[in-house]
């Protein structure tokens, strides 16, 4: 293929077990091919899929299985091999983020109000911060979504479907601090957030409990003290069930994915 070669991995929630697919893009065309191996095993329900920032390693969420398939990544083809065994979390584990220094992933679950985390050590085995859990509210019973900001020092979840939290990170240890404020309200039903590349903005799509269409917020982040607020005329009407959303690395475009309408929304 002609141009620099770039990988693209997505996570496949059919069949038991489930897959994660490997795929060649070419930086040039944008023409995918199948790497050779791909799709990869992973565990049941694999709901969400994150390298880290060297592109050394690869993580699988799986939900129903309740644990985390772990890969190191082949640097020339893009090809995985899976590690020795998965990383048990919980049952309903369904978002997880890396920190952007590689050292730390963070999950959380459908089924509980838990943030764990976890150190990443050379080989990419994750190991249980002695924090973990934390309890992101007790009047949740779930958490749908995950984010760290580009600095590193706040993440980002979503709990109970209609609020996000904000938690200060220690870009050390890993380790987490108390809320940043109170939680803010977001439409029912967000299941994905996301943020700028600069650091600015934090991107939520939910489906608002809507069968005919969904919303995206945005919302300006205050850089000092991670507080969030709403940015007044940024909730339109999207495509239907809105379930992720990413921002172009220049900031200026974001596009969710919708699945009860498939479509995709610049």
């Keep these: 293929m002609s141009g620099v070669v770039n990988f ?15 795929l060649a893009s070419d930086a040039t065309t944008g023409k995918l091919t199948s790497i050779s191996g791909s799709p990869y095993n992973t565990g049941s329900a694999s709901a969400a899929v994150q390298a880290d920032p060297a592109g050394k390693f690869l993580y699988v969420a799986n939900r ?59 080989a990419g085995a994750l190991t249980n911060l002695s924090s973990s859990p934390l309890t992101i509210d007790p009047a949740a019973s ?9 600095s590193g020092n706040y993440l980002f979840t979503v709990a109970g479907s209609n609020s996000i939290y904000s ?17 803010v309200p977001v439409d029912f039903g967000t299941f994905a957030i996301t943020t700028d590349p600069a650091g600015k903005f934090v991107i939520a799509v939910s489906n608002a409990g809507s069968a005919v269409f969904g ?44 699945t009860a309408d498939a479509t995709l929304w610049p």
């Design 167 to 183: 938690f200060p990170r220690d870009t050390t240890t890993g380790a987490l601090g108390t809320g940043s404020g109170s939680p």
């Design 64 to 122: 129903v299985s309740g644990d985390i398939s772990g890969f190191t990544i082949t640097a020339t083809t893009g090809a995985l091999t899976p590690m020795a065994a998965p990383f048990s979390v919980e049952l309903g584990v369904d978002a997880i983020a890396i920190d952007p220094t590689g050292k730390f992933l963070y999950a959380v679950s459908a089924q509980s109000n838990n943030l764990r985390s976890f150190s990443i050590d050379n």
């Design 8 to 22: 693209v991995y997505t996570a496949n929630a059919a069949r038991t077990p489930s897959t994660v697919s490997a």
């Design 215 to 258: 919303t995206i917020s945005v919302y300006s982040l205050d850089s000092t003290a991670g507080k969030l607020t709403l940015v007044a005329g940024s909730q339109p009407h999207i495509g239907v069930d809105p379930s992720s959303v990413v921002v172009d690395p220049s900031g200026k475009y974001v596009y969710t994915a919708n």
């Design 142 to 150: 779930s958490s749908t979504a995950i984010a760290i900001d580009p």
